[in-house]
């Protein structure tokens, strides 16, 4: 099935440790995005990608970091985690970053707690 | 700033219709979508409007002024399925989503 694939589902993680989260999609979508909702806000853009071998900083970057070197692979690292990146993260990607409707495809998303 | 603005929540009677009102400020505009999101779940795609009007989908319908930067959506018909969230995304000058914070959509028999 074609989609996107998000890997740990949810995570315990103490502070300070390091995480990558995985996220993979076979839809040769051009454009990846990595997101983050929290309970009474709406989603926020961490970094994205509009092609592979590129990376741009969203709303709220600091404390992640992205790598884009191929064009289904989007891993979002966090090099020290901290309390206040508890949170659910979605990783999205869309067939490109502009034109058109441009329809963003999510992943299930991952549920971070950081203690 | 920019800004999307969207009730916390809302109750509606299945069977009936219920109208999600949504107002943004962006710096340029490329589009107004409308996701739903189950509790839990991903977000999913329901509707785009750049144009002004009306765009209609099923029982799904999504309404566009940007002159009043101001959408709706209207769910008629409504089933104990469209127990949601609805969350509203006006596209700026950059191509960037701006995200409301949703609208909870509680359905009672």
């Known amino acids: 099935i074609a989609g996107i694939t998000q890997a740990p589902t949810s995570q315990i993680l103490a502070a300070g440790r390091r995480m990558t989260l995985r996220c993979t999609q076979d839809?040769?979508?051009?454009?990846m995005y990595w997101y983050r909702q929290d309970l009474g806000l709406g989603l926020r853009l961490i970094h994205y990608?509009?092609?592979?071998?590129?990376?741009g900083k969203g709303e709220v970057p600091d404390g992640y970091s992205v790598s884009r070197a191929n064009t289904d692979d989007f891993p979002l690292t966090l090099a020290s985690a901290v309390p206040s990146q508890t949170s659910v993260y979605f990783c999205?990607?869309?067939?490109?970053?502009?034109?058109?409707?441009?329809?963003?495809?999510f992943g299930a998303g991952s549920r971070l707690t950081v203690l | 700033g920019q800004n999307i603005d969207q009730p916390t929540e809302m109750t509606a009677t299945e069977g009936a219709i219920v109208q999600i009102n949504c107002t943004y400020q962006?710096?340029?505009?490329?589009?107004l979508f409308w996701y739903q999101q189950h509790a839990g779940e991903a977000p999913t795609f329901l509707s785009y409007n750049v144009l002004d009007g009306l765009e209609e989908k099923g029982r799904f319908s999504s309404f566009l002024s940007r002159s009043k930067g101001y959408s709706y959506l209207l769910l008629k018909e409504l089933q104990m399925k469209d127990s949601a969230s609805y969350l509203c995304a006006a596209r700026d000058s950059n191509y960037q989503l701006i995200w409301g914070a949703g609208t909870k959509l509680i359905i009672k028999p």
């Open positions: 839809m040769r979508h051009n454009a």
């Open positions: 990608s509009n092609t592979a071998g590129t990376t």
């Open positions: 999205a990607s869309s067939p490109d970053s502009s034109s058109g409707a441009n329809v963003l495809t």
């Open positions: 962006t710096s340029g505009f490329n589009g």
